[in-house]
C-alpha cells in the first residue's frame, strides 16, 4: 500500500519519538552514575553529529547553501540543537523524568503560537483543542503512572530549563521548515551541528574527554552511548526534515506527546510495569490531539480555498 505524503510525515515522527523516548532514560542512566555529565552529553552529541553529516555529505551530491539561509541554519543550529539540547540535559540532570515528560508537552503550544507569528498559521479551534487534548493525554499517562513513587521530585531549575527547552525546540522546527523543502536533511544537518559544535565545545570539550564513561571498562555503557549519538542524534535529526517537508511543525511537535507513552509501553514490554485502562485512555486522548490537529486547516487550504 503506497502511503501518502503526510501519511509518511507521521511515520517518521513517530520513529523519530520512538527513538527519542528511549534516549530519555538512557540519558538519566549516565547522569545518575556520574559516567557523563549533561554538558558532557551535549558537546558529544554535536560533535558527533557534526563530524556524521559532513562525512555524509561526501557521498551526496553537492548543493550550494545562500548566505541568508545559512544565517537561518546557524539560529536554526543554535537554538535546536545547542541550545535546546543543553537545556534538556541540564534539566534532566535536575528534575525527575516524570517532571521532565509532563513539561514537553508544552511543545506544540509553543510550536502553534510561533507558527502563528512567524509562519502566518492560523490558530483554529480544532488545533487548539488537540492540542489540549494532547497534552492532558500525556499528562494523565504520566501522573497516573507514577503518582505518589518515591524520588521523583523535580527540581524548579531544571522544570525551568526543561521548558525552554520545549520552546527553542518548537523554535527551530518553524523556523527550518521553510528550508526543508530547499535542501536535503543532510545539507541542513551538516552546517546546524557544526555551527552547534564549534559554539558548545569550548565550553564542554574538557566534561567530555574527561568523562569517567571512557576510563572503565564495562560493555553496556558504550553501547549506549552508541544508541545516542547513532540513533537519537544521528538518525532522528536526519530524519525531522523530511518529515518538515510533509507536516505542520505543530503536528511534528504533537508527538512530543508520545515520549511518556513509548517509555510506558517499554516499560510494560519489560515487566516493569502493567497495562491498564488508564494507559488506554491516555493513547486514545494522545492519538486523538494529534489527529484532530492534522486535521485542522493550515494557512496553504485556507488560501485554496479562498481562491476557488
Known sequence: MQLSSKQQGHLIMLIVMCVFGLNIPVN??????????????TVLRMSFGSIAFWITSLFMPKEKVDKKDLLILLLGGLCGMAINQ????????????????????????????????????????????????????????????????????????????????????????VITRPLSAKYSPITMMKWMFLFSALVLAPFGYKDAIEAPLF???????????????????????????????????????????????????????MGMDKFTIEKLIASILIFGGVYMVTQSKSKADIETEAAR
Do not use: C, W
Open 86 to 173: 543543553g537545556l534538556f540535559a541540564y534539566g534532566l540532570g535536575r528534575t525527575s523524568p516524570v517532571d521532565a515528560s509532563i513539561i514537553t508537552t508544552s511543545g506544540p503550544l509553543f510550536a502553534m503560537i510561533i507558527a502563528a507569528v512567524v509562519l502566518k498559521e492560523p490558530i483554529t479551534t480544532k488545533k487548539v483543542s488537540g492540542v489540549l487534548l494532547g497534552g492532558i493525554g500525556a499528562i494523565f499517562l504520566v501522573y497516573t503512572s507514577h503518582n505518589g513513587a518515591a524520588g521523583q521530585e523535580g527540581d524548579a531549575l531544571g522544570n525551568i530549563s526543561i521548558a525552554s527547552a520545549s520552546f527553542f525546540y518548537a523554535f527551530y522546527l
Open 28 to 41: 538519566k542512566y549516565f547522569y545518575s552514575t556520574g559516567l557523563l555529565s549533561p554538558m558532557a552529553v
Open 215 to 269: 576510563h572503565q571498562s564495562e560493555v553496556i555503557p558504550y553501547i549506549l552511548i552508541a544508541f545516542t549519538l547513532f540513533g537519537a542524534t544521528f538518525f532522528t535529526y536526519m530524519m525531522i526534515p523530511l518529515a518538515q517537508r510533509r507536516i505542520r511543525a505543530t503536528t511534528i511537535s504533537m508527538y512530543n506527546n508520545v515520549q511518556p507513552l513509548v517509555a510506558s509501553a517499554v516499560a510494560v514490554f
